[in-house]
């Protein structure tokens, strides 16, 4: 008989992960990483760790690879499965976030070593794991926070207990399972990444007072931010942004206008890095406008302007106005035809002439509607751009050939992203240089977060050997 090779190695390596996972503890109620209790994904996680401490920095790298590829091959599956369940976004853009959380997260050459020598020897700086990360991830990017969190906090040694958004739980529990498998597959531990089958406030909650948590790390809106920084606990924050798209008048007005729209329509608006709000220098507005319908943005007007309002936002007791979830992610055509306007799929954006002041341009949407601001120069631009970005310090893009425009919009605002001349995605390595992350900390000063932002620095030293100098 003529057996195939490849076949023969592929059950083999399916009967290996088998026997590793039901030997490491996979099976003992939990569902690849899935339980019931975070007491139980916890302990598990504990586990997984001691055995990951156990492993070479080779062999690190290799459950690094087997997750990319197994996040990759899945990208189109997650995809349109956080569509489906949060019914937010767009599967095209949402493959690409999988894809390039998969590919473009660093691994473990991200961790350096820093070495100090002289008369008294050698002392090591080295960046060792936390141990248990709880990892807190949002519904507006479920996969690929946890695909690119996964990576990087396994590439830095650490094990993780996944806080997911309910809204999607569903997307977010099977990404866990399909890197647990892929880890297991390539002869790692079971359980590196765990969660709860039913992820609630109160498990979250119980997940950052649990004692064997070591780290925490919340990727979503203000709230979460607070609550984990106020967690008496090591922990790093990725909150909300607001970022505006500055236009000067020396800006390539047809690129600019491209850009903009590429940028605020990614995914239906809802990365916290793209552009919220279009702030232009009067002179080159009408232009700017004109382009941008040319290039998929649909312009209302007047009582347009306000009909969408009243459908998109809701008025709250304390705060002007609130967000109506409902709308959040969703297509501009879907929101045209709210207000009555029929449109293509090809329509991308909502564009809208506002005041300053107005709903849209202060909150942030995470909708295609983008309103567009006019000022009379440069220094308004800047003053503007500075007041609607909040002090989120998060992301903002300008479009200008003159650099000591961007350089002082780029002082002014400090926020942890600026692009120029690009639309916002580029700040994420997606037609920029750079690595991908999509946990990206600027309340906590990590900034682009990576795997060496989830270590400590440890100090090794050897006194009276070894420096050769
Ligand atoms: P969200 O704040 O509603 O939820 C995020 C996560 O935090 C969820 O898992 C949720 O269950 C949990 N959570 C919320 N409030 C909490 C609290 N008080 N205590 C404990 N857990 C809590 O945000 P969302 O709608 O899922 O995501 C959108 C928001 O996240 C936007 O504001 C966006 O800008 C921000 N975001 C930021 C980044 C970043 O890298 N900075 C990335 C993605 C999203």
């Given at each position: 008989m003529n057996v195939d090779q490849t076949l023969i190695t592929k059950i083999a390596a399916q009967v290996l992960a088998k026997l590793q996972q039901s030997a490491a503890g996979g099976n003992d109620g939990g569902d690849y990483g899935v339980y019931q209790t975070v007491d139980e994904g916890v302990a598990a996680a504990r586990e997984a760790y001691k055995q990951l401490r156990a492993l070479s920095i080779a062999e690190r790298e290799k459950l690094i690879k087997a997750m990319r590829e197994a996040a990759y091959n899945h990208a189109e599956l997650l995809a349109k499965m956080a569509v489906e369940e949060s019914?937010?976004?767009r599967v095209a853009d949402k493959i690409i976030k999988n894809q390039m959380g998969a590919m473009k997260t660093?691994?473990?050459?991200?961790l350096r070593t820093e070495a100090q020598t002289g008369d008294h020897g050698l002392t090591l700086y080295e960046m060792g794991p936390y141990g248990v990360i709880g990892s807190i991830t949002p519904t507006t990017n479920p996969s690929e926070t946890i695909i690119c969190n996964g990576i990087g906090m396994i590439a830095a040694g650490n094990a993780v207990f996944f806080s997911p958004h309910p809204t999607a739980k569903n997307t977010s529990l099977t990404t866990i399972k399909i890197l647990n498998k892929a880890i297991i597959a390539a002869g790692g531990p079971a359980n590196l990444l765990t969660a709860i089958e039913k992820p609630s406030l109160e498990a979250t909650n119980a997940m950052m007072s649990h004692r064997d948590i070591n780290m925490l790390v919340a990727t979503g809106g203000p709230g979460v931010v607070k609550a984990v920084l106020s967690s008496g606990k090591k922990a790093i924050g990725a909150g909300a942004g607001n970022p505006p798209a500055v236009v000067d008048t020396t800006a390539d007005i047809p690129k600019a206008a491209k850009d903009i729209v590429a940028g605020c329509s990614f995914d239906n608006n809802l990365p916290c890095i793209a552009e919220k709000e279009v702030i232009v220098v009067g002179a080159v507005a009408d232009e700017l406008i004109s382009y941008m319908q040319k290039y998929g943005a649909y312009l209302i007007a007047g009582k347009q302007i306000d009909d969408l309002l009243a459908v998109v936002m809701t008025e709250k007791p304390k705060k002007a106005y609130g967000i109506n979830?409902?709308?959040?992610?969703?297509d501009a055509q879907y929101l045209l035809s709210q207000i009555g306007i029929t449109v293509p799929d090809s329509i991308r954006v909502v564009l809208c002439e506002t005041e300053a002041d107005h709903p849209f341009v202060i909150?942030?949407?995470?909708?295609?509607i983008l309103p567009v601001v006019q000022v009379k120069d440069i220094d308004a631009a800047i003053e503007l751009a500075v007041k609607v970005e909040h002090g989120n310090r998060h992301t903002a893009i300008m479009h200008s050939k003159n650099v000591d425009h961007l350089t002082r919009l780029a002082k002014a605002i400090e926020t942890t992203i600026f692009v120029k001349n690009?639309?916002?995605?580029a700040g994420i390595g997606v037609g920029g240089e750079g690595h991908t992350t999509f946990t990206i900390a600027g309340p906590t000063g990590e900034g682009l977060t990576s795997p060496r932002s989830f270590t400590r620095q440890r100090r090794c030293v050897l006194v009276d050997g070894f420096s050769i100098v």
């Open positions: 019914g937010m976004g660093p691994g473990t050459e991200d979830k409902d709308y959040v992610g969703k909150e942030e949407l995470m909708m295609p690009a639309p916002s995605y």
